[in-house]
């Protein structure tokens, strides 16, 4: 079992930036895919990135593509969630989630019942 810890969230001005981290004990962070994914007030939980347990294959949700990059360092059991020219729809809590792989080093998920673990989120405000 994996535990997932998110940071670096806060209040951000319209343009800004922020890079959000995904901390994760417990197990080795190998052979996990991960994903982030937002929730705004009064809406679902929806994909913003995802990322194979090798680092080598990434998905991003049409309105962050160019804006936001998803990495991973396997060594520090960490992953990351660089958010640029943040805009005020972008405001949410980010959960940082995660999936065992056992044979698919290259494979992303993008299903909110892809994954396992979820982390408590972190709050990111973006104001205009």
């Known amino acids: 079992q994996v535990q997932l810890v998110e940071s670096g969230g806060g209040l951000v001005q319209a343009g800004g930036s922020l890079r959000l981290s995904c901390a994760a004990s417990?197990?080795?962070?190998?052979?996990?895919?991960l994903g982030w994914f937002r929730q705004a007030p009064g809406k679902e939980r929806t994909i913003v990135a995802a990322?194979?347990?090798?680092?080598?294959?990434?998905y991003y949700v049409a309105s962050v593509k160019g804006r936001f990059t998803i990495s991973r360092d396997n060594a520090k059991n960490t992953a990351y969630l660089h958010v640029n020219s943040l805009k005020p729809e972008d405001t949410a809590v980010y959960y940082c989630?995660?999936?065992?792989?056992?044979?698919?080093?290259?494979?992303?998920?993008?299903?909110?019942?892809?994954?396992?673990?979820w982390g408590q989120g972190t709050q990111v405000t973006v104001s205009s």
């Open positions: 417990g197990r080795t962070f190998t052979s996990y895919a």
């Open positions: 989630a995660a999936r065992r792989t056992y044979y698919s080093a290259g494979s992303y998920y993008t299903g909110i019942d892809d994954y396992n673990y």
């Open positions: 990322i194979s347990w090798s680092g080598g294959n990434t």
